[in-house]
């Protein structure tokens, strides 16, 4: 029995980070101390006036844990990556996580491409960026490789000139071909210099070099060839039409600005890259009444940063935060170099950072009805479905559906829905192995104990080699159940669970006369519903969603099988004897009569080969009779 006040006794008065758990073991709240011991135990003095969030909180605290760090740094990382990882309810968090593409030089090889990356890694390369828009991004590489005859594949050059015959993109004159040898590796990273100066924003050579080949090509009558150059022209302004205002330092920076509605608050994000204002982003935050200004920024700067691979040198906010120093040691040791916060006061900084305010507070004006409604749509319903059910908690549901055609290739469907939205990478597909027939009661058991002992084999594994929790495929178990019918599923999903030594609450979605969902049964009963609520609609949803992904299953499976040969059971036989035999003999009745002569003087045929044939037709173990090509339902 864990005794808090006992606990309390033990904490250390060193920096760390603390963690709180609920009476289910969930982790409710991650926070850091600069001393363990007094920061944990002000949560449990009366005498303080914590905030209503805060107090709701600590009563719903049933143990808690601690992480001794060196440094108040450490301890910073270290609780941005349990908050990443954990996402608990009473932290201040971001409704959505985001990642911004790069435009990648691998100035690092003989003949540098240009490539779309998701990720900024120390490998030599040269990256630009970020970006908001990945489409942006494509056709911007798109036109460099047009414009400066940038290769896009992937050999391995110089090695492997003069290897294979040059691609396409040689043919229609949008590579020049260095795989061929046809250009000096001086002369085309002269090329990739280029094209990096107009990355950079210096866009004028280019433009004057594409007027020039355009009118060139109008006096010599070469309009196809001038229209195509016209278009290059247009794209490179769209482009550096995108970039037009400027900062005067040229240096990298974000600017952020904030507001905040009741529990709700939008950051707003600017990119400034060499003094250009490339980008910006928005990011909606859950907070409590009682957060400041100061609070969002603070949590905004340690999420956000810990999942974002490049970080500017100088960083706007609009207003000072805890722990700065902190902080800011935190960031330069990301970058590898100094990283200022700043909050500028006066002059053009300040007039950026109250843009960005503005841009925030209009965001959140236009988008808090459509955030409540989506939240209704999601979070809303799953804590409609946990109340029909007196469920403490619902976040994760996995949904099961069996589907096949009087019992041919039945296939079993999982899907996973978190926080009232899809999961699908987490969605999983069986095929059935031990049943016969259409017995979908056995077939949902064996769907059911695979997926529920490999995840217990994957959770002892993670355990026993002290792995992430990402390692496991199945390691994840859901808060509930739910089966595509009544009583009879629930009963099989809850004996395999018990078999199992496995705790997890199971329901039925049990349909009407009409096909449609009429309620959920659980605990041997059946729970009405209303057919008007945001939890019914979910509820439909997830059914509709486990029985598309099974018979997209069993479809793909279907129609793979479809056409089937009786040489496809002969063993020895693959795809090029088959063609080869029914080239020679013209249909299975002759390969049926043919000798084993003439069967090992076929194409592609041998004599043992020849000999599997010959048996399969003429032994008691083979058909004895050839039938024609069928097609299995």
């Known amino acids: ?88 309810k009473y932290n201040t968090m971001l409704k959505d996580d985001k990642t911004y593409p790069f435009i990648k030089v691998t100035v690092n090889e003989d003949y540098p ?35 400066y005859k940038i290769r896009s594949c992937q050999r391995n050059l110089p090695k492997d000139i003069g290897k294979e015959r040059p691609c396409l993109n040689y043919h229609i004159k949008q590579c020049q071909a260095p795989c061929q040898g ?28 594409i007027t020039e080949r355009m009118n060139e090509a109008a006096e010599n009558l070469e309009f196809e060839a001038a229209i195509e150059q016209r278009e290059l022209l247009n794209s490179v ?65 340690t999420q956000f940063y810990a999942g974002t691979p490049f970080i500017p040198k100088e960083i706007m906010l609009p207003c000072e935060v805890g722990d700065e120093a902190v902080i800011s040691d935190w960031l330069s040791a990301k970058r590898g170099a100094k990283v200022y916060l700043r909050v500028p006061k006066k002059g053009t900084k300040e007039k950026l950072v109250e843009l960005a305010g503005k841009n925030a507070a209009m965001i959140l004006s236009q988008d808090k009805d459509r955030m409540k409604k989506e939240e209704g749509r999601t979070i809303g ?55 016969q027939g259409p017995d979908d009661y056995a077939s ?35 808060d509930l159940i739910m089966m595509d019918g009544g009583r009879g599923q629930v009963n099989v999903a809850l004996r395999v669970l018990d078999k199992l030594g496995i705790s997890i609450p199971v329901c039925g979605m049990v349909k009407d006369d009409f096909h449609r969902t009429r309620g959920l049964y659980y605990n041997n009963v059946e729970v009405p519903i209303d057919i008007r609520s945001e939890g019914f609609r979910l509820i439909t949803r997830i059914q509709d969603e486990a029985h598309r992904f099974a018979i997209e299953y069993h479809r793909s499976l279907r129609s793979k099988g479809q056409v089937h040969s009786i040489l496809d059971d002969i063993e020895g036989i693959g795809p090029t004897r088959r063609k080869a035999l029914m080239r020679t003999f013209k249909s299975l009745e002759a390969i049926r009569d043919a000798s084993f002569e003439e069967l090992a003087n076929a194409e592609s045929m041998n004599a043992r080969s020849a000999q599997q044939v010959y048996d399969f037709f003429h032994t008691e173990g083979g058909k004895g009779k050839a039938p024609e090509v069928t097609e299995e339902e």
């Open 113 to 147: 491409r240009i490539l779309f990356s998701r990720s900024m890694k120390k490998d030599k390369s040269r990256y630009f960026g970020p970006y908001t828009s990945a489409g942006a991004v494509k056709d911007t590489i798109e036109l460099l490789r047009k414009v």
């Open 237 to 301: 302004k769209q482009v550096a039409q995108k970039q037009k205002i400027t900062v005067s330092d040229g240096e990298d920076k974000d600017i952020i600005g904030v507001d905040i509605q009741d529990t709700d608050a939008v950051v707003q994000l600017f990119f400034v890259r060499d003094g250009r204002i490339i980008g910006r982003d928005h990011f909606f935050l859950r907070v409590a009444p009682q957060d400041t200004e100061s609070d969002i920024v603070g949590s905004f700067l």
């Open 444 to 478: 949902m058991e064996e769907v059911l104990t695979r997926r529920f002992s490999h995840g217990l084999d994957e959770q002892e594994e993670i355990k026993e080699k002290a792995l992430e929790k990402e390692f496991g495929k199945f390691s994840t178990f859901p």
């Open 381 to 435: 319903a799953m804590k409609e479905i946990a109340e029909w059910l007196h469920l403490s908690e619902l976040t994760r549901v996995e949904a099961y559906d069996i589907s096949n055609i009087s019992g041919f290739e039945s296939v079993g469907s999982m899907v996973v829905y978190e926080r009232g939205k899809p999961k699908r990478s987490d969605y999983r597909k069986f095929k059935i192995k031990t049943v």
């Open 182 to 209: 046809y250009i000096s590796r001086a002369d085309y990273r002269k090329n990739v210099s280029e094209a990096m100066d107009f990355l950079n924003g210096n866009y004028e050579p280019i433009m004057k070099l």
């Open 1 to 88: 029995m864990f005794d808090i006040q006992e606990e309390l006794k033990k904490l250390p008065g060193k920096p760390g980070v603390y963690i709180m758990h609920d009476e289910k073991d969930a982790i409710i709240y991650v926070g850091k101390a600069v001393s363990l011991k007094n920061r944990v135990r002000q949560y449990f003095q009366a005498s303080r006036n914590k905030g209503a969030k805060i107090d709701q909180m600590v009563t719903r605290i049933r143990r808690f844990e601690y992480i001794v760090t060196d440094s108040e740094l450490e301890a910073l990382v270290l609780e941005c990556n349990l908050i990443k990882e954990h996402r608990p």
